[in-house]
Every structure is written in C-alpha cells, then in structure tokens.
C-alpha cells in the first residue's frame, strides 16, 4: 500500500494514412479513487511528437469508472502514419483499464486531386 507505481502501458495504431484523433473512451475497473494517477499521452509518427491529455485522477475525473476525451482536448491530434496511446500509471492505487479502449479516428486522403 506504500508503493509507488511508475509503470506505463502503449497500444501503437498503424494506420498507414493521414489521420485525426476526434474521441477516446477509456473504460476503468473501477471507480477513480484517491491516489490514482494514469496520464495518457499521445505519440504521433513513430514518436516524434506528443500531446499530453488531461491527468486521469480524484481530481479530474472524481468516482468516473469511464474517461471521455473530445473536442479541444484533442485538438492538434494529426498524424501522418501511426501514433500511440501511452497511459502511465504512478502514484499508489493501481487502477485497472478495462478493455476496450474505443477511438473516432478521421482518416485523411492528403493526394491532391486533379
């Protein structure tokens, strides 16, 4: 009960194409409860850039048992190739991401048409 975490888990998408992240739906095992520190991060093309999305704690998201990002939280969210979905855990309640984790991806066709 003393411990710190200081783990992370990353679910990588290839999409191949020019894409926009519009929605994430995280799912937790439980209710967000005091100590509990997941933050999730963005990577976008073979991690050559990030963003940050907001701390998922008793803070933020008090009791939640399901994490919604949209909007402007996520803007600026292009890629060209892949990203990845990073959720880092620390302080000392671990609370489990339940499976799955739904996405809205906008998929960009970038070759000029004639």
């Known amino acids: 009960a003393t411990a710190t975490l200081a783990s992370y888990i ?12 519009k929605k994430i739906k995280i ?3 439980g209710a967000v409860a005091a100590n509990t520190t997941i933050t999730p991060k963005l ?6 850039t990030s ?20 909007g402007p939280e996520l803007k600026d969210t292009t ?15 671990p609370l489990p991401v339940a499976l799955p984790i ?3 991806v906008d998929l960009i066709d970038d070759e000029a048409t004639t």
């Open 43 to 48: 990577w976008f093309d073979d991690l050559s």
């Open 79 to 93: 890629f060209y190739n892949n990203f990845l979905l990073e959720l880092a855990y620390t302080g000392t309640n």
């Open 10 to 21: 990353r679910f990588i998408f290839n999409l191949g194409q020019k894409g926009e992240i």
């Open 27 to 29: 799912p937790l095992a």
């Open 51 to 70: 963003k940050t999305l907001t701390v998922i704690n008793n803070t933020n998201y008090p009791s939640k048992r399901s994490i919604i990002y949209k």
């Open 102 to 104: 739904s996405m809205e």
